[in-house]
């Protein structure tokens, strides 16, 4: 397989395996974004991909998923999108799910039958950075969408089938909006009927315009006993009707998560409240990365 540049996938996704259908992302402009700095947006050919997908079969005797990246593949039309669905069926019989990175407007352009096309042709899950449940958060980071347009596409996905995982960010309104933050979140993850959510936590990296405020003083970032005092505030709020499995199992938490809304909440949160008062409760700081 070629690969271009630095790769990401979501950590559910780590026994996949990734092909790169486009190269970076469409957006590129999040403030606290590094990771498709060292590229400009391309959609790579259906032949290139296909390439990759039959060196991979040579390799692998047994593939049970695989995940299309980059940034936000279900940027691509129907028409390019389904015969790489397709490809992968054929390649890869075998193969249960494809997946790929979304943002709400790639979900919200498609059509109802244009999504269930997809769903029918092999898509069984997108992940959506949604990382705010407040519009202010998401203005200031310059996210490029709104709450009410995730809520929407996660609600679209769903009920056609398509499963969505959706990840935010712990920290991310920095010190002056944390309380709107964690409370927004927790409506939003109520609200939408995701049937994963994934808590991550701020972690800045030198170069983004998010690090510069930071350094000038116009950003204010949380203390671990804050990110824990917000993750209370998320779960106090995030009174969910449907069944989401939570994870907080990213490399960038210290305080790790693991369980199902609304059955699992009140445990959830007793965990919290006992890390604010028991760092043996998380995870030592050296083992947090990207």
Not at 22 to 37: A, D, E, I, Q, R
Request: aromatic share 6%.
């Amino acid at each position: 397989m070629r690969y271009h540049g630095t790769v990401y996938r979501p950590p559910s996704e780590a026994n996949s395996l990734i092909i790169q259908a486009t190269l970076g992302c469409t957006h590129n402009s999040c403030s606290f974004c590094p990771m498709f700095s060292d590229k400009r947006f391309k959609v790579r050919s259906f032949d290139e991909v296909l390439d990759d997908l039959k060196q991979a079969r040579c390799e692998y005797p047994y593939v049970r998923r695989i995940f299309y990246a980059d940034g936000n593949a279900l940027c691509l039309t129907n028409e390019k999108l389904l015969p790489l669905l397709e490809a992968a069926r054929a390649v890869f019989p075998e193969c249960e799910r494809v997946s790929v990175y979304a943002r709400a407007e790639n979900v919200l352009r498609k059509t109802d039958e244009e999504l269930k096309a997809l769903k029918d042709a092999g898509l069984g899950i997108v992940y959506i950075g949604a990382e705010s449940g407040s519009d202010e958060v998401l203005r200031r980071v310059n996210k490029g969408e709104t709450a009410a347009q995730m809520i929407e596409a996660v609600h679209r996905a769903e009920a056609l089938g398509i499963k969505t995982s959706v990840t935010f960010i712990s920290g991310l309104g920095g010190k002056e909006l944390m309380e709107e933050h964690a409370i927004k979140t927790g409506e939003m993850i109520a609200e939408m009927g995701a049937s994963y959510v994934g808590l991550l936590t701020l972690m800045l990296a030198p170069g983004t315009p998010l690090f510069k405020d930071l350094m000038d003083g116009r950003f204010k970032q949380l203390s671990q006993q804050e990110v824990a005092r917000e993750m209370e505030l998320i779960l106090t709020h995030a009174e969910c009707r449907s069944e989401c499995v939570l994870r907080s199992n990213h490399a960038s938490n210290r305080l790790v998560l693991s369980g199902t809304l609304p059955q699992d909440r009140e445990r959830l949160l007793a965990q919290v409240r006992q890390a604010q008062h028991d760092e043996r409760e998380l995870r030592p700081k050296g083992f947090r990365g990207f």
